[in-house]
């Protein structure tokens, strides 16, 4: 058992036996149900979805600043699996949804490594890809996040001179449930979670209990959840479109100028995931001046991902178009017979566990008029495989044939790819060489922070200063082992359990097309005992491997001075807040250089200042009428794997590829304008104006650096220099109808729009990108309709976003675009008595599929289909 698989245990342990003495005085304690209130202005959150839309519009009215918030209630009553999911409710946000699942998150148009995600306003580490591909950086995995353990979520867009740097996006804060807050109360929800793909049903369970003494000055919060789900997404993807494969004489004697495919797969990706989550949360508050909180979190996510799929390489060596049967539309060469094409039958295997465990201190004092704090947090996480025997085992067997594809009917239906070799039968095979590779990604963030402010009186209404240090390590680490079989080895000489028959008949039901839908299977354990021997497991690290890891360390110093003020203009009170975060980094980035044979440890240190004001305004035009300025300097760190010095050096030229270590972070000035009706006490229309000049916007291009050894040398790789402009206004919308009779005033509507334009130009490789950002999409809006009365609530959601650029491809690769998607999410619930309410949730009701293309709708990108998940369950709560 791993050291975190017992602190795991321990915390979710611990989370217990706190709860147990507490769960009995709190279903004796009065309160069971909160109902809704006004006490000095404020609006308590209760059960009810439209009183939880109240807090959440309150939120935003009273805020010194930008933000948008949802509540609790909004998590726990929509069909979330995860913090993501109902983050994509905020105007301006857009997540990204792999196999069906909430992972990253988009903020007006900005990527997801461009947000600064905290967790209870603290900093925390971040776990990364290591199922395939490569590591993936700063963006947070929500996943890792239950979402019944949040109390709410903020959205802050225009950030001030106190909050942490890091988000040319927003800045994303997870708050969680807190004992002082929830007071006593303890809920069990039980759900069981089908996927129509699998046909299965997985049982989750969350608990979560709080309790107070009777003065309310400590309390104690506990919870625990397992969740399961079983995942299976259909997938026909293609690798990109390649420019002039075919002009020479040899490979068909095409014009040049067209694009043919490239790698082509369609592949069936299952995985079953388990995630167990403990939270601890304790508050003291002996005086009204003072208090203590301590946030614990823990979470343990085990993927086992098994993928069954066909490769079909029409770009292999020694292929070439048989005459006569090209045909092009435009720049594209939509249909071919290839005369020699290597087909491959994969099967991919992995265990994939990521581990999260966050503490948290904070120490608050009052005093008079003033505001000392003093916070401190230590999270670790960690994404790794427990058994290299299952880190991404890629066991695979291959034949040459000839290929026939037609592409003319679009990139929504499966393009015709025929063989007259049977890929079913186990004769047809070839052993190919055999790959395990597992990655071990360790992070680690450390962060102290003191803060000091004093309540004044007249046009200065507030003064605060504070500083704080943060450190941060991601240790990368990954190895291959690769073996290879004597050419022509036949996929038969592993005798009958080598390989095995396509579990699923019905790949991709209900989208037309002549791809190949069945195909045979290889199998993963008859490979690892045939090749994974104990000489090679036990075998030296290679210049691939070595050249693979990195280590990045960063040691940040910040400091800051904000001053807020008060005053009226006429009849309209003023109030606003003005400053300037100065920020030090110290960045050490580790890797090794490789040169034919040799290989050398390096390190790079890097040293950048930065100084960020800002400036935020917000008038009270009318009572009920807000509107608000707002300007900032801000930045986002590169991502640590573009800085990772992972070089490979030419022998026999000053020449190099791989990562920069001299990158500085992506700077921003922006400017925001909103204007806010809070008509209603769940009623507001809001609107808001955002541009963004981004200036060292990191871009693929060649620069020269100092290699220990060699001098300079040109180095091909990612470098500062590109500039964009990022522009746009959002719409939001929300209204209960109370002003209906009964029962129709339990009806409501929630809803926004956002719309982003970008200015840009920078380079891929050397191919220019105009007007284009990564992830960037025009056009996203969402539409909620509810009803929430009495026992009944009911919800039904669409989410949608328009098309973007997720690759720039290069010279001779176009690039691709995932196309636009809408979600339709519904949730029904009855609250059988005034303690137990059933529920019935479901996800992607309307069975959308996803779409990508390259570069144009006549060349086929990717169809993904995960299918819809239904939840249903009971809730109950003492």
Known sequence: MSPFSRLLRATTALAFVTALPFAAHAQNADGADA????????????????????????????????????????????????????????????????????????????????????????????NDLIENGGAQGRQFRFEMLPAEFTASIDVIKTPTADMAEGALGGNIDVKTFRP??????????????????????????????????????????????????????????????????????????????LYSPTRTRPTVETEERKRVSGIVSAQWRPTPELE????????????????????????????????????????TLVAATISRVRFMASREDSLNRHDLLT????????????????????????????????????????????LTYDARGGYKVLPTFTTSVDVTNPASYALYPFNIAPKDSKDWDSYVRGDVARDLGGFLSKLAAGGEYHWRKRDYFRRDYNVTPASGTPLTSLGSGGYEAMPYDDFLKGVDGNAPRNWLVPVTEAYVA?????????????????????????????????????????????????????????????????????????????????????FNLRAELQPTLVARLAASRVLTRPNVTDTAPRITVSTDAPTASGGNPQLVPFLATQFDGSLEWYFARSGMLSGAVFYKTLDDYITQQNTEITIPGRGIVRLSTQVNGGRAKVYGAEMAYTQVFNFLPAPLDGLGVQGSYTHTSVQAEYTAGSRTIRDQLLGLSKNSFNLVGFYDNGPVSARLSYVWRDKYLSSTGSTTQAPTYV???????????????????????????????????????????????????????????F
């Open 292 to 331: 203590t909180t301590l946030d614990v979190l823990a979470t343990q996510l085990d993927v086992a991902y098994d993928e069954f799929g066909l490769d079909i390489y029409p770009d292999d060596s020694g292929t070439a178009v048989v005459p006569g049967s090209a045909v092009v539309e435009g720049d």
């Open 530 to 614: 045939r090749f994974f021997t104990p000489s090679v497991e036990n075998g030296p690290l290679t210049l691939g491997d070595r050249r693979s890891s990195f280590v990045v360390t960063e040691k940040i110093a910040a400091a800051y001075v904000r001053a807020d003020y008060d005053f009226g203009v006429g009849a309209v009170p003023i109030t606003g807040n003005v400053g300037a975060r100065y920020v030090h980094t110290d960045q050490v980035s580790s890797g090794t250089l490789t040169s034919g044979s040799t290989f050398t440890p390096v390190s790079f240190p890097k040293t950048f200042n930065n100084v960020l004001p800002s």
């Open 359 to 402: 503490i948290g201190l904070k120490q608050a004092w009052n005093p008079d008029r003033w505001h000392l704090s003093l916070n401190g947090n230590w999270s670790s996480a960690h994404s790794y495989h427990p058994d290299y025997r299952r880190g991404t085992v890629r066991s695979r067997a291959f034949f040459n044939g000839p």
């Open 180 to 257: 002082l807050d929830a007071g006593n109360t303890t809920t069990i929800n039980m759900r069981g979670t089908y996927t129509s793909q699998t046909h299965d049903v997985r049982p989750n369970m969350t608990a979560l209990t709080s309790a107070t003494t009777d003065d309310g000055r400590f309390g104690v919060l506990a919870g625990v959840q397992y969740w399961g789900k079983t995942v299976r997404n259909d997938r026909f993807m293609n690798f990109g479109w390649l420019l002039n494969r075919y002009t020479a004489a040899s490979a068909g004697g095409l014009a040049a100028g």
């Open 819 to 877: 196309d636009a998607f809408g979600s339709l999410d519904g949730n029904l619930s009855l609250r059988a008595t005034e303690q137990v309410t059933v529920s019935l949730e479901g996800i992607n009701l309307a069975g959308a599929r996803q779409y990508t293309y390259n570069d144009s709708e006549l060349r086929f990108g990717e169809i993904n289909y995960y299918g819809r998940t239904i939840l249903f369950g009971v809730r109950a709560a």
């Open 35 to 126: 109902t809704a209130a006004e006490s000095d202005g404020e609006i308590v959150v209760t059960g009810s979805y439209a009183q939880s839309l109240s807090a959440a519009i309150e939120t935003k009215r009273r805020a010194a600043y930008g933000v948008d918030s949802i509540n609790s209630t909004d998590i726990g009553k929509f069909p979330t699996q995860n913090v993501a999911e109902a983050l994509q409710l905020i105007p301006g946000v857009a997540i990204t949804r792999p196999r069906g699942e909430g992972l990253y998150v988009s903020v007006r148009g900005l990527g997801p490594q461009f947000q600064n995600t905290q967790l209870n306003g603290r900093s925390v580490a971040l």
